[in-house]
């Protein structure tokens, strides 16, 4: 029927639609090298996306990393529904409502209470740039408004608006709009577990990235407001791992210098990693998880369904806005924030995470998935075959550029929507490809 087919759907998206972080052409030309088919679907349930003609895909990167427990679950989709005839909607400024008194109250506790605020937006670029503005104005508040710098690492990814731009450390995001970036941060080297040298450990990589850290903080921590990091797994950068040593240490050495440490729990959160926070993984000297002083979270935490990001901060960071000057408190609002509705989805999503142990189940999956994969560390064209608990990752040695889209396609193919990051920070370097397609 004439509008309910993918072909229709197809040629009116192409039309009306701007697709995200997409080269449009790539849609339009189905017979390049380069081409990027678009499919339209019309239902999801579990882990599968179906199409207007009933092919199914299954959903391999959870829809960009948000969905967790599947489309359509029963029982986010009743809290919904629920919620949908309580209260769909009240502003932030001056009300309050349960589901975000009740999320803000979980996730502190998830955090053992180090981190006692929440702080509401949509989308997780807002919320690194929540983060850096809360880090600016702390100091700022406390006398110190020298302290306006920004770390990163390389390759860092903390999304894509221009704020956040100036912690992201990804060529392809970054270099176009460049000069919007009013202060970009000093990028740091990567505690990237692949770049071991002979006889070096992980942690002995960690230790050597920390050391830049520590000479970079020596010199310049009095005017550094913030390290932000992507706790143990680089996403974007090419799903790069590293030890939590260098958690550890870049925790001690933010005390030392009076530096905030920001974790971008955007992607590793919500039990990616095998803790439910990614940063739990590093211990301080008493055995316990250290804690940041601001903690970004988005993605996964409502269940893929509605968009919802939130910075966690400590009590300490809170304190220093407490005063009768309007001009001291934090000044960010969006028409959105703490939407009910979302904030309803997240908590239905952390109740499926309590009453299922799941991230006891997740360790047992995780060793099912090291153990299929396994056999792929002997191929020939396969690096750094890598896991950090539910992350599995590897890079594929190619001399075709467009290989990560043939992957992409024959997975298609085959039913499985998995995307490929594309050349990033491995060898051969990215500018022997000048076409190379990279995309997240
Ligand atoms: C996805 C992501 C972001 C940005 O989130 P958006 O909702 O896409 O703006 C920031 N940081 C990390 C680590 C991410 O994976």
Request: net charge negative; charged share 20%.
């Amino acid at each position: 029927m004439a509008g309910h087919s993918n072909a229709d759907w197809l040629a009116r998206s192409q039309r009306a639609v701007w697709h995200p972080c997409t080269q449009m052409q790539h849609h339009a030309q189905a017979d390049a090298p380069s081409h990027l088919p678009l499919i339209p679907i019309a239902s999801a349930s579990g882990p599968w996306l179906t199409d207007f003609e009933g092919k199914r895909y299954l959903d391999g990167i959870s829809s960009w990393w948000t969905n967790l427990f599947g489309h359509a679950h029963p029982r986010i989709n009743a809290a919904l529904r629920d919620q949908l005839e309580t209260l769909e909607h009240v502003m932030l400024a001056g009300f309050t409502h349960a589901p975000v008194v009740e999320l803000s109250e979980r996730l502190s506790a998830l955090t053992g209470g180090a981190l006692g605020h929440a702080f509401y937006a949509s989308d997780g670029a807002s919320a690194t740039e929540i983060a850096l503005k809360m880090s600016f104005h702390t100091w700022r508040n406390r006398g110190r408004p020298e302290k306006t710098g920004f770390l990163c690492l390389a390759g860092s990814y903390h999304g894509e608006t221009v704020g956040a731009l100036a912690v992201t450390d990804v060529a392809i995001f970054r270099d176009a709009y460049a000069p919007l970036v009013r202060s970009p941060a000093h990028v740091l080297p990567s505690p990237d577990a692949r770049l071991a040298e002979a006889g070096e450990t992980p942690a002995d990589v960690a230790r050597r990235a920390a050391d830049s850290l520590r000479h970079y903080l020596e010199h310049h921590g009095a005017q550094t407001a913030a390290l932000i990091v992507e706790p143990l797994v680089q996403g974007a950068a090419g799903m790069v791992m590293y030890d939590p040593e260098y958690l550890r240490l870049a925790r001690a050495l933010c005390d030392e210098h009076e530096v905030h440490l920001i974790c971008d729990e955007i992607a590793v959160g919500c039990g990616r990693t095998g803790s439910f926070f990614a940063h739990e993984q590093a211990l301080n000297a008493d055995g316990l998880p250290i804690r940041p002083d601001l903690m970004c979270l988005s993605k996964g935490i409502s269940g893929g369904y509605l968009p919802l990001s939130i910075v966690l901060s400590s009590d300490a960071i809170y304190d220093t806005f407490l005063d009768d000057n309007v001009a001291r408190a934090f000044l960010h609002s969006h028409s959105y924030t703490g939407n009910p509705l979302a904030c309803r989805a997240a908590l239905a999503t952390l109740d499926l995470f309590a009453e299922n142990d799941v991230i006891a189940v997740n360790r047992e999956t995780s060793q099912k998935i090291a153990a299929a994969l396994a056999p792929l560390g002997d191929h020939p064209n396969v690096r750094h075959l890598r896991q950090r608990g539910m992350i599995a990752a590897f890079d594929v040695v190619t001399e075709d550029p467009y290989f990560s889209r043939r992957f992409y396609r024959a997975a298609l193919d085959q039913g499985a929507l998995i995307r490929p990051i594309g050349q990033r920070s491995v060898p051969p370097s990215p500018a022997k490809f000048p076409n190379q397609q990279i995309w997240h």
